[in-house]
């Protein structure tokens, strides 16, 4: 049971979420915009949230898109992350999300919810990095258009959020490969995992677990691309060029994480020679 009451509101438009945003918050209201909730709601329950009025963004039609058009693959923010895998439209995202819950949560937790996530692993992230995604968020006034980078490197502002995702259709299906290694079974929070994508015979790769936040690396890019070097000492090198503190939580040590890394490293060499 979430142990305060709140105001809920269901906009049919963009606007009307602005408007009722704008209205809430001139009160000195807390407010909060809702797509999947399974977060919201957990983190209410554990009295690490709290809210005086929600923004529920499932009954915008504009958050609910899922298609290609304009060689572009729109995926809207209250998209469900088993709706992205089932519709095989973008199969490195779809495997990647597929391993972030189970089965039925993932039947609530949406796409935008998944890269707004209070949590520093946002693994939703990880294709759109390598993919050259751009992601619109709507704000009280405007709608701007984003990087993935931009993104994962910080928040949305307070009455934004994200509405859409877009990823070129040349970059849909590529060669890939998505790794992850949990504490305990094949879903759960990661102590690594990655997303790799070849792309005019050079390897893109975006990291989750390492640091809190997802992050691509040009120079760990540049050195995993490096023909002049093995492949092991590729990884090896790789390794110890990256660029965030590697951090230790309650899931492993950093020497673990570094360990678990080479690991990942090796198998995404493996998977992506395969997969040409």
Known sequence: MI????????????????????????????????????????????GKLKADAVIDLKGIDECNVLKIEDDQLIIGSAVTLNEITESELFPM??????????HTSRNKITIGGNLLSGLPYREALLPLLVADALITVAGTKERDVFPAEQIAAAKV?????????????????????????????TVGYPIVSIAA??????????????????????????????????????????VAKMPATIMEDFLASKKFRQFTLTQLLNEMFEELEEAQ
């Open 157 to 185: 502002k307070d009455g934004s959020f994200i509405t859409q995702i877009k990823v070129p259709v040349s970059n849909l299906n590529l060669p890939y490969a998505c790794l992850k290694q949990t504490r305990t079974s």
């Open 93 to 102: 995202l779809g495997n990647m999300v597929r391993k972030i819950a189970d």
């Open 197 to 238: 994508m070849l792309k005019n015979e050079r390897i893109r790769i975006a990291f989750s677990g390492l640091s809190d936040t997802p992050f691509r690396s040009a120079v760990v890019e540049g050195v995993l691309n490096d023909h002049s070097l093995d492949v092991k000492e590729r990884i090896n090198k790789a």
């Open 3 to 46: 142990p305060f009451t709140f105001d809920y509101y269901k906009p049919e438009s963009i606007e009307e979420a602005y408007k009722t945003f704008s209205s809430e918050w001139s009160l000195g209201k807390k407010v909060i915009f809702y797509s999947g909730g399974t977060e919201v709601i957990t983190f209410a329950r554990g």
